[in-house]
């Protein structure tokens, strides 16, 4: 096996770490210049530093290792560029070395599909254009106007990429086209602390992957159209006219709660979303969020919504791929976050 060092600098830029910082973390005495010439591959390190290395950044020593075979190239992400070097690499080299790892499953296996984005023909100019464009995706998605389960799942399924990171208060979430044909999204854990709001999260930044927007808006109008496609996708149009009727004057805390527990909206979302459709009035959507304000639950909502927001899918497709024979259990270790012994008691069982 040959010592790759751009996965070194890779795995210390992922944990946010400067070259002193490094040198600061291993116990034994290192010099940053040291470190600096591992990571420039004129000096490879031995076994035992390898051993060190791996400890101090929280790795597989097979990590230095090995090759990916899918070749990413540089990956930029829109909202990254007010964030500081330091968390922006984290979240980049978090994100490459995850992505690596799920197309490589995909490409063992050979199930690995283009994008396609159903809707990048129809022009947004107005929220109208917005309504149309969710109407078009959810039929071709087959969603109809029933809610929507796990958005993360759904979003795998269209073979959209969800990285989750733990990165402070920095963003919320951020996404891209990695080589211009991969969709990605990377939603901020620490963060998003509760599901309604990465859902929403979620389904925002796919407005920003995913919708034609006529390039005369300004980014505060972007921002409006994608959180009203986040708020369309997540209660359709027919679905709100069912649960509330077609005019409301007012609205009732533990009727939204009700709705927010079935459909995996936020109760400020839904009012927006009843504001959008002409159901309530501007002017009483007002009152009911001056009146959340006055109550203090904005901020953290009553009724909270108990769904499941994550994937199993490339854990799935790592036993598939040892079920068929494709890879070893080393292999598999090595693409995963398991050891060996991890994944022979996960799979026997």
């Not at 109208?128 to 106007?145: C, F, N, P, Y």
């Not at 927010?260 to 109760?267: A, F, L, N, P």
Request: charged fraction near 30%; glycine fraction near 4%; aromatic fraction near 8%.
């Amino acid at each position: 096996m040959t010592f790759r060092p751009e996965r070194l600098k890779s795995a210390r830029l992922m944990n946010g770490f400067s070259l002193q910082d490094l040198a600061d973390k291993i116990e034994i005495t290192i010099s940053k210049q040291a470190l600096n010439k591992y990571e420039k591959g004129e000096v490879t390190p031995d076994a035992k530093m390898i051993e060190i290395l791996a400890n101090a950044l929280l790795v597989k020593e097979t990590f230095f290792y090995r090759q990916p075979k899918v070749n990413l190239g540089e990956i930029k992400f829109r909202k990254l560029q007010d964030l500081s070097v330091k968390d922006s690499n984290i979240i980049t080299e978090k994100t490459k070395d995850i992505l690596e790892r799920y197309l490589e499953i995909e490409e063992i296996l050979k199930i690995s599909k283009p994008f396609s984005n159903p809707i990048s023909e129809h022009l947004i100019k107005d929220e109208h254009d917005i309504e149309t464009a969710v109407e078009i995706l959810r039929d071709k998605w087959q969603i109809g106007s029933n809610a929507i389960g796990n958005v993360i799942e759904l979003f795998e399924d269209h073979d959209i990429k969800v990285i989750e990171v733990e990165s402070g208060d920095s963003f919320d979430g951020c996404q891209t086209m990695v080589n211009g044909e991969i969709p990605v999204i990377v939603l901020n854990n620490s963060k998003l602390k509760s599901l309604d709001r990465k859902r929403f999260t979620a389904l925002h930044e796919l407005g920003h992957l995913m919708l034609n927007i006529d390039p005369l808006n300004n980014d505060k109008q972007k921002e409006r159209f994608c959180n009203r496609f986040a708020g369309a996708m997540l209660l359709h149009k027919n679905s709100a006219i069912k649960e509330v009727g077609e005019k409301r004057s007012k609205l009732s805390l533990p009727e939204l709660g009700s709705l927010k527990q079935q459909y995996g909206i936020s109760i400020q979302a839904i009012a927006y979303r009843l504001k959008d459709l002409n159901i309530i009035t501007a002017s009483y959507f007002r009152q009911f969020m001056f009146f959340m304000n006055m109550m203090n639950i904005r901020i953290e909502e009553p009724y909270p919504y108990l769904g499941r927001e994550s994937s199993g899918r490339f854990v799935q497709l790592l036993f598939r791929a040892i079920a068929e024979n494709h890879i070893n259990y080393n292999t598999a270790a090595e693409l995963s976050d398991y050891s060996v012994n991890e994944l022979r008691t996960k799979f026997v069982s």
